[in-house]
């Protein structure tokens, strides 16, 4: 099937004002088109849209208190990825490692968390969600060690990381939201709704910032700084303009502003454009080191839809403050 035709008809889009088509540039794609941007006559009404940006934990405990631990599977892709950033490369080397400390950001339910602790035995995380509820489910799981693992409640736009964690004591940051999107719309087609050590630091953000409201990002950033080791890496992935799940939600009229959505559910998904991300980070203290778009076709053979994901993964540098 033609790329164009695979935009249009495969990922059923039907966008009343689809803007312009271009060639995706970036290091490591195929050479695919994508919706630059997304419009439709049906935006969110303004009147509607605060309360999803000024109160995400509501949407986010409902959506914990349906699904409790059994919507997602757990991650193991963190060891494919960055794995040569969380230990050396000989396992006589890893043992004689310092033990690292971890917080992961945006934990949920711990599908990241808990593969991490078993493939990286060197370490010990804090972990936080804004869910108190994902928070609980967290401590209820069999694997939960507390000689390893620290929980705690926290909206990071808001609640500061420093007063719970010291600061610049953290190895390794995470941040991640569970990926929520292509299982949200299978749900609803099938109910017929159409290497780091010593004095660096690494932070890992995967998912987690592009449910954050775009007005709030500079905070999230912001208070990571204030744990964060100096020269410490930021390891990025995050949703990509041109994903699948921002056509189906633009064509649903479901936009709040620019890239930014909200679900059915109230819970909402930013995406991200090389420029936006790499200026949001270069404007808060980091230095962007590296970018690239990448891209997955999923096909449901049942529906006869093949579903284009599309994801931004990045790496940036903190930037030492003077003193």
């Known amino acids: 099937m033609p790329t164009s035709s695979l935009i249009y008809h495969g990922l059923g889009c039907r966008l009343r004002s689809p803007s312009t088509l271009r060639l995706a540039s970036s290091a490591g794609n195929r050479g695919i088109f994508f919706l630059r941007c997304f419009c439709s006559s049906n935006p969110v009404p303004r009147t509607n849209y605060r309360k999803y940006e000024r109160n995400p934990t509501k949407y986010w405990e409902d959506f914990y208190k349906r699904h409790h631990d059994k919507f997602f599977k757990d991650r193991h892709y963190l060891e494919k990825d ?94 991640f939201e569970l990926d929520y999107q292509i299982v949200y719309f299978i749900i609803q087609m099938i109910y017929s709704f159409v290497d780091s050590i010593g004095d660096y630091l690494i ?20 208070n990571v700084r204030t744990i964060i080791k100096p020269n410490g890496y930021v390891l990025f992935r995050d949703y990509a303009v041109g994903d699948f799940a921002q056509v189906k939600l633009a064509n649903k009229g479901q936009m709040i502003s620019e890239n930014f959505f909200v679900r059915g559910d109230g819970t909402c998904a930013f995406y991200f454009s090389e420029d936006k991300l790499s200026d949001l980070f270069e404007s808060n203290g980091f230095r962007n080191l590296d970018m690239n778009v990448y891209c997955k076709e999923i096909v449901n053979r049942s529906q006869n839809v093949v579903m284009e994901r599309r994801w931004v993964r990045a790496t940036f540098c903190c930037v030492e403050q003077p003193d």
Do not use: Y
């Open 82 to 175: 960055w794995g040569r950033f969380f230990c050396p490369s000989s396992d006589s080397e890893h043992k004689s490692v310092e033990p690292k400390t971890v917080l992961e950001v945006g934990c949920g339910v711990g599908n990241t968390l808990f593969p991490l602790l078993v493939s990286f035995p060197n370490v010990f995380v804090h972990a936080c969600d804004f869910s108190p509820r994902a928070v609980a489910l967290v401590k209820e799981n069999g694997a939960f060690a507390s000689d390893r693992l620290n929980t705690f409640v926290c909206d990071v736009t808001k609640d500061e990381l420093s007063t719970t964690i010291l600061p610049s004591s953290v190895d390794i940051v995470t941040m």
């Open 203 to 222: 932070s890992w953000q995967i998912f987690m910032l592009s449910a954050v409201s775009p007005i709030n990002m500079p905070a999230v950033l912001q």
